[in-house]
């Protein structure tokens, strides 16, 4: 609890109750809808309302706390900020893997972006497919 209090007064944000099961849930899956975080939310916590895992979800996002992870055809799944990697996706089960690379592509990235003279200011790079387990 303390590691996630720190994250979010890190973030500019305040430590609350649901915050702090919403990043709990989301830890412990890895990558999952929101519909899901409020389903096991409301295990522990029956009174909290969609309208607010929405809300804070999206302020942890905004405050990169989070990480949207787009599914072609689905929800979109949440994980916890953490070390570049790329998402290996599944387009027929929605499994997400992550996968650290030794040699994240930042400096060609960021030279990609700056011929069109774009400032990057983040990347995230998401690769759709067939997971061995649906092949």
Sequence with gaps: MNEY???????????????IG???VIDRAGHISIDAIYSE???TNPILSLATVYKNILMM??????????????????ELKKH????????KCGSVEDEI?????????SAL????????????????GICQNCQ
């Design 22 to 24: 919403i990043l709990e």
């Design 61 to 78: 996002v905004d405050k990169d706390v989070l990480v949207e992870v787009p599914l072609s055809g689905a929800k979109s799944k949440y």
């Design 113 to 128: 972006a700056a011929k069109d003279s774009f400032l990057l200011s983040r990347s995230q790079i998401n690769l759709y």
């Design 41 to 43: 939310i409301r295990e």
């Design 84 to 91: 570049e990697h790329i998402h290996l996706i599944c387009e």
């Design 5 to 19: 209090a720190g994250v979010l007064k890190a973030s500019g944000l305040k430590t609350t109750l649901q915050r």
């Design 101 to 109: 690379l030794d040699n994240m592509p930042e400096e060609a990235l």
